[in-house]
């Protein structure tokens, strides 16, 4: 496991596997180890992954000020990892929350990036975000069998209730969350719990982290291919969200996966690496 100390001395650590030309790999959660991304489906057949945990999680050290959570302070650590790496410029794919952290890489340093893969990512880094009603409506055509119906009721409780929403109402979501609530997605929810950190996922887009119109001003000036890959049936970011976010990008598209969920190389493993793969070999 190798690690490298980032510009605060903060020892982080990233896992490689695979073979074949790096792919920086974000993690979301937001704040959960990056083991969770396993293979993604494969990909480690051509590419060597290189999974970062993010510092607090995983096997990556907790900052000495914890204040450097939030994800504006985590930008320097990827240009660290790239600096360690050795690499002139890079290819990263970000999932989730950890697609924050790359659009803002992305800004601060455009001529770094070779290719960008932005899988289901949420997008507060540019303020774009579905309202409740088309959250509903994404996970409403799963409606008319368990436990997709209770889990839109649960849905619905945490996105139109006055009140808060109880852990309860979260852990009922959560089969929204994968294209099969099959035995492997109930072991990867299962999972998740012990590979968050709490305290950096409550500071990750904390007051401060954001400053959406420089963001936009500076995706502008990226250059490289962007991939923004959306899941059918995911409803953070919906399928329409997520061609605004490939929208702002001088050469972003979107794709969107059939059947899939906010975790779409579990729902389609194959289809998944192929389509990254193709993108990262040739920008389309």
Not at 7 to 33: F, I, K, N, Q, S
Not at 141 to 165: F, H, K, N, Q, W
Request: with cysteine; net charge negative.
């Amino acid at each position: 496991m190798p690690i490298f100390n980032t510009y605060d001395g903060t020892a982080l650590a990233y896992h490689v596997r695979g073979e074949g030309e790096p792919l920086v790999c974000l993690p979301g959660g937001a704040m959960r180890a990056s083991t969770y991304l396993g293979d993604l489906g494969g990909l480690t057949a051509g590419r060597r992954l290189i999974l970062l945990d993010l510092r607090g999680t995983g096997d990556s050290a907790v900052p000495a000020d914890e204040s450097t959570y939030r994800v504006d302070h985590q930008v320097a650590d990827v240009e660290a990892l790239r600096v360690h790496l050795g690499l002139e410029r890079m290819d990263v794919l970000a999932h989730s929350a950890g697609g924050n952290l790359a659009q803002l890489y992305a800004a601060a340093h455009p001529d770094r990036l070779r290719r960008l893969v932005l899988v289901t990512p949420t997008c507060w880094a540019v303020d774009l975000d579905a309202t409740p009603e088309q959250r509903l409506e994404a996970v409403r055509v799963r409606a008319g069998s368990e436990p997709y119906d209770t889990a839109i009721a649960a849905y619905e409780r945490i996105l139109t209730a006055a009140g808060t929403p109880t852990p309860a109402d979260w852990r009922e979501v959560m089969p929204l969350a994968y294209g099969r609530w099959d035995e492997a997605a109930r072991a990867h929810l299962a999972a998740s719990d012990g590979e968050k950190n709490p305290v950096a996922a409550a500071a990750y887009a904390g007051p401060g982290a954001f400053d959406p119109p420089a963001t936009r001003a500076g995706l502008r000036g990226v250059t490289g291919e962007v991939l923004v890959l959306a899941g059918e049936l995911d409803s953070n970011p919906t399928p329409t969200l997520a061609a605004d976010l490939a929208g702002l990008f001088p050469q972003g598209i979107v794709d969107v996966q059939a059947a899939g969920a906010h975790f779409p190389w579990l729902d389609d493993p194959q289809r998944f690496a192929t389509r990254v793969e193709a993108f990262l070999a040739t920008g389309a």
